[in-house]
């Protein structure tokens, strides 16, 4: 009896000794983070939403400032929010994104001031191009100067390009003239010349919108207007835009002598309603199972299609690293996406690393594993 409590002892004591050794040897569970894994090659970011801003999920929070080094506000940027009526700014909840980035040493960025959707009303309804002018400028200074050295990169124009590349007729092209785009930098980089000052879009891989997209730029550079980076929006699907693609527009923004951030990136995993209607998107679609296949859960060969999709991304991502200052996902979690209610209501989607029980999917290990870091 003695000689057993002797060996139960002594083995305690022998797996004790070696799970602690082996605990020592594996990295903290802290330490292992996207932010981590790509701290030498680019920031990650992720867009947040009114209720992760006001940190009203703790375990939520903790995964944020974990695993992301840079926020975009989702939404609470945009014009009909932070400037509702002419002549106020509600600025109370874009004061605490900015809290919340600085209370986790974030890079922050700040989404958007001049675009045509979520556009206020009051904005919308302008028609004189020197009330615009002066309206767009007022807008413009007075948002920046608010948070001038703590805001690091701005899109000062967002969705400005039709798919073939001409200029999108929105309120500001209607009212200005193109010039509204050179003013729009200008009047942003004179009132902080710090800040990053970037033009986003989404399909800027596609060949036309990426040539149009070159000469827009171009023209304000050649005003001497400062402009620093081009943002690719990435909400992207399991197969186009393909990687080449991807990789040629890169480079050719790249080749203007701008940064490139790849500023909205989701993968989206359900049937695009084009596909089906040819150009019409139908209402009749909506609730239908063919439109909405995981509802009850993502099949495992799909799983692994969008962790192959994520590897290839962001191994293309790595090899431009030199290029790229700035990763961001358009969300945190599967549950929280927009593309759960868009373009079609109440799907299932699966578009991002994180899932809704906020654990880290295949997809999240596949990018991970491209880095020695881990
Ligand atoms: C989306 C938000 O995610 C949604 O919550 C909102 O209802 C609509 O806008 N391009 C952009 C983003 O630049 O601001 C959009 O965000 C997605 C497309």
Not at 287 to 294: A, I, L, T, V
Not at 351 to 359: A, G, N, Q, S, Y
Request: hydrophobic share 40%; with cysteine.
């Amino acid at each position: 009896m003695k000689t057993l409590k002797t060996f139960l002892v002594i083995t305690t004591i022998l797996i004790l000794m070696f799970s602690c050794k082996q605990t020592n040897m594996v990295k903290p569970s802290t330490f292992i983070s996207l932010k981590n894994n790509f701290q030498d090659d680019f920031y990650i970011g992720a867009a947040i939403n009114e209720n992760q801003i006001l940190e009203k999920d703790s375990v939520v929070t903790a995964l944020i400032s974990k695993e992301f080094n840079s926020i975009t506000a989702e939404n609470i940027m945009k014009s009909m929010y932070i400037h509702p009526a002419k002549d106020s700014f509600a600025f109370n909840l874009t004061d605490k994104y900015v809290a919340f980035g600085e209370k986790h040493g974030m890079y922050i960025h700040g989404h958007t001031l001049i675009w045509h959707s979520q556009l206020a009303a009051w904005f919308a309804d302008i028609k004189d191009s020197t009330e615009m002018v002066l309206a767009m400028e007022k807008h413009i200074k007075t948002i920046v100067d608010k948070y001038k050295g703590k805001i690091d990169s701005w899109d000062v124009v967002n969705e400005a390009l039709n798919e073939d590349g001409t200029l999108r007729k929105s309120a500001f092209l209607e009212s200005v003239g193109e010039d509204y785009l050179a003013f729009a930098f200008k009047w942003a980089s004179d009132t902080d010349s710090k800040a990053d000052l970037y033009y986003n879009d989404y399909n800027m891989t596609n060949l036309n919108k990426r040539n149009g997209a070159i000469k827009m730029i171009e023209k304000i550079q050649d005003k001497g207007i400062k402009i620093d980076g081009v943002g690719m929006q990435g909400h992207w699907n399991l197969k186009t835009p393909s990687i080449k693609d991807i990789e040629e527009s890169i480079i050719a923004y790249s080749k203007l002598g701008l940064k490139v951030a790849i500023t909205e990136l989701d993968i989206t995993v359900l049937p695009n309603p084009k596909d089906l209607v040819g150009a019409e998107v139908s209402q009749g679609f909506e609730g239908s199972e063919k439109m909405n296949p995981y509802a009850k859960g993502l099949p495992d060969s799909i799983q692994t299609k969008l962790a192959q999709r994520y590897r290839d991304i962001f191994k293309l991502f790595l090899k431009h690293k030199d290029k790229i200052s700035r990763v961001t996902f358009w969300g945190v979690s599967d549950g929280q996406s927009w593309l759960n209610g868009w373009p079609i209501k109440g799907r299932t989607n699966y578009p991002l690393v994180f899932d809704r029980e906020l654990k880290p999917k295949q997809a999240y290990d596949s990018i991970m594993a491209l880095t020695s870091k881990n």
